[in-house]
């Protein structure tokens, strides 16, 4: 590509179209409101939630879904459902958005930060088995970006060890794992619904498990401690209301219908553009494992190397892609251990130097951004080439 002056100093940027929107609807959205609103129940108890948990469950594998108000609530329900409490310590990662650890501090136990892989972003399960103490009740991966976490490595540690596995899958709605779809496969999988996520109704959550037992537990929480065979007013359990409405549930029936057609056009825009990357020193994308058949991708990432591009900071240049018209984002800028609510004595914290690099290296872009056409892909490329080609310029 012939050099040429950079946007963010007055030049003439790689792309000016927009990116696709999110999120995207159509008439089913319409119509199933529409239906929300004729039937008149509205809440919790509407035939859509019913609808969209058999839905959800079934496309991830799972024998139960019980759905929540948001992500953050899953997982202090799933929790709270496993007996974990004062006292007790649960293993979470440094790098993810607070959620993950601040579910654990809520109920009451003490988040325990191991570690992540440098090439991956998810949990470094020798860093897992190096944090377990006779405290630890339970571990929680975050699929992050979508790639799911080493789960023939991490399902067997915790076996051993009696710690109960819940998947944060709030990135990973569709991803698989030898086959299978995640959520399921370690105790109980937590996902969100949150504006942002590849499957969206502004707001909502869902916990899968194929424990029964469990199942009628998390329900129960979620539903103001009601047995699901007992009277209306009888609360055998101490809970709370999280029920979704019946709104959230049509749209988000409507986006699980196009959820994996938007997910191989994710996955194949995502092969487009690492093959562009190895080709450039200096931006790394997130290693793929291949046992990750299916990856939903929320977050492209790509790991900077400030040193192959003439020392550019990378402020400088996530600032002049986004001036060339590619919205590039740094994502979290210290580890979760450095949050006033998660330091020590709030938690226990083990060495995390890859998290820490990692806060220093991203560069992100959108699970939108991959729902473009292919050759789209090349616009991004075209303007990492145009940063790198004009670095000196930036400096």
Same mark, same amino acid.
């Given at each position: ?8 100093? +007055?030049?003439? %940027? ?5 990116? *696709?929107?999110? %999120?995207?609807?159509?008439?089913? @959205? ?9 039937? =008149?129940?509205?809440? #919790? ?6 609808? /969209? ?14 759905? &929540?108000?948001?992500?953050?609530? &899953? ?18 990662? *440094?790098? &993810? /958005? ?27 399960? *020798? ?10 009740? !339970?571990?929680? *991966? ?19 060890? +009696?710690?109960?596995?819940? @998947? ?17 496969? #370690? ?14 109704? =502004? ?42 409405? =019946? ?34 020193? =200096? ?12 990856? !939903? ?27 060339? +018209?590619?919205?590039? &984002? ?20 083990? %060495? ?7 806060? $220093? ?14 050759? @789209? ?11 790198? $080609? ?6």
């Amino acid at each position: 590509m012939p050099s040429s002056t950079l946007a963010l100093q +007055g030049g003439t %940027p790689v792309r000016n179209k927009a990116w *696709p929107r999110w %999120p995207q609807w159509d008439e089913s @959205e319409r119509s199933g409101l529409l239906a929300v609103l004729e039937r =008149g129940e509205w809440g #919790g108890y509407d035939k859509a939630v019913r609808d /969209f948990e058999a839905a959800f469950a079934a496309r991830h594998a799972a024998a139960h879904c019980v759905t &929540t108000v948001n992500g953050t609530t &899953t997982l202090e329900t799933a929790l709270r459902a496993l007996g974990i409490g004062p006292g007790d310590e649960v293993i979470v990662p *440094p790098y &993810t /958005f607070v959620a993950t650890a601040s579910a654990v501090r809520i109920v009451g136990a003490t988040p325990v930060f191991a570690d992540v892989e440098l090439e991956t972003w998810n949990l470094s399960i *020798p860093a897992v088995e190096a944090a377990i103490s006779e405290r630890t009740k !339970a571990v929680i *991966p975050v699929h992050f970006g979508g790639l799911p976490a080493d789960l023939d490595a991490l399902l067997p540690l915790a076996a051993r060890h +009696g710690l109960a596995v819940i @998947e944060d899958a709030a990135h990973a709605h569709g991803s698989s794992w030898n086959g299978k779809p995640v959520g399921a496969l #370690g105790t109980v999988g937590s996902f969100s619904f949150q504006a942002s996520k590849n499957l969206t109704a =502004g707001e909502g959550g869902a916990l899968l498990t194929n424990d029964p037992v469990l199942a009628e537990k998390l329900w129960s929480i979620a539903n103001c401690g009601r047995s699901s065979d007992g009277m209306w007013y009888e609360h055998p359990n101490l809970g709370t209301n999280l029920r979704l409405s =019946g709104w959230q549930a049509a749209i988000l029936s409507a986006g699980l219908a196009r959820l994996d057609e938007q997910l191989q056009r994710r996955m194949a825009n995502a092969r487009r553009l690492r093959s562009f990357l190895e080709e450039i020193d =200096g931006l790394t994308p997130q290693h793929w494992d291949p046992r990750a058949d299916a990856h !939903a991708h929320h977050i492209f990432l790509m790991r900077y190397d400030a040193e192959r591009f003439a020392g550019l900071s990378r402020e400088k240049l996530i600032a002049a892609l986004r001036a060339e +018209g590619i919205p590039a &984002t740094a994502v979290y800028p210290y580890p979760l251990y450095q949050q006033p609510p998660l330091v020590e004595p709030y938690s226990r914290v083990t %060495p995390s130097p890859n998290a820490e690099r990692l806060c $220093e290296q991203t560069v992100a872009l959108g699970q939108n951004l991959l729902l473009a056409e292919p050759e @789209e892909m090349d616009d991004v490329a075209n303007a990492i080439l145009k940063v790198r $080609e004009n670095v000196e310029a930036l400096k």
